[in-house]
């Protein structure tokens, strides 16, 4: 896909997003709907991300206090780190895609 569509793409997305009654126009009225819809998905986002912190220091917590195996096997803090490092991988890799994409212009 060409930044092009990526852009056409990112428009009518935006677009459903904010026709908050399904009329298929955006108008003045959808503009409280999606603020509110706006709202809750970062609500959700922000409540989802702590969660996830929270997990991620829980296990850390584990593996530093040697309390934490895998298969019987020990999991020490540096597997943890590395396991989380690897994870965040296919993330910053979509994310720097989409950049290099957006800058092709």
Known sequence: ?????????????AARF???????????????GALAKAASLRASGL????????TLEAIRAA??????TSGGVP???ADVEAA???AKVPFSTAADEARAE????
């Open 47 to 54: 409540a989802l991300i702590r969660s996830g912190e929270a």
């Open 1 to 13: 896909m060409n930044a092009k569509g990526i852009v056409t793409h990112l428009l009518g997305l």
């Open 102 to 105: 957006l800058a092709k212009g």
């Open 63 to 68: 593996a530093q206090a040697d309390s934490l």
């Open 18 to 32: 904010v026709d908050t009654d399904g009329d298929g126009r955006v108008e003045i009225s959808d503009i409280p």
């Open 84 to 86: 989380w490092v690897r």
């Open 75 to 77: 999991v020490t803090a």
